[in-house]
């Protein structure tokens, strides 16, 4: 997923006349430009994790804003509507995100279970597949 994807998936939506979906896109399509920018600056090239991990930031911004207007109460529920489906949109580009099965898995069948050699496993092999707050409590808890 780069870029060009989302601008295509962009005109669809607004093919369908799907206001939330074109805010959500975007929003995304915003961030990914400025990241892109930024990883040049550095000589880098943006890698499909980092528009994972740009997803998954943006999706926690967008709950923690419907969470603001949830409090504010019965004025807002148009607004809170909207925000649930651009949630909806960009889950829709998500991987499945590992179960705390499987990252239990995972974890066992490592050497070293130390919580440092464990994190830097996941963020180097799982990074946008499973969430790091998991990973750290499933760590915990053996």
Do not use: W
Not at 57 to 80: P, R
């Amino acid at each position: 997923m780069d870029i060009d994807f989302f601008k295509k998936e962009k005109v669809v939506k607004m093919k369908e006349k799907d206001k939330d979906a074109v805010s959500a896109l975007n929003v995304i399509i915003n961030k990914i430009m400025l990241a892109s920018i930024e990883k040049r600056a550095k000589g880098e090239t943006l890698v499909e994790s980092d528009v994972l991990s740009l997803l998954q930031k943006t999706e926690k911004e967008l709950i923690e804003e419907k969470s603001g207007y949830e409090k504010a109460g019965a004025n807002y529920l148009d607004k809170v509507e909207s925000l649930d489906n651009q949630i909806k949109t960009i889950k829709s580009y998500l991987p499945q995100l590992m179960t705390q099965e499987e990252i239990k898995a995972v974890i066992l069948s490592l050497e070293d279970r130390s919580v440092p050699a464990v994190m830097k496993h996941f963020k180097t092999n799982y990074a946008g597949k499973c969430d790091m707050k998991t990973v750290n409590e499933t760590l915990r808890q053996l």
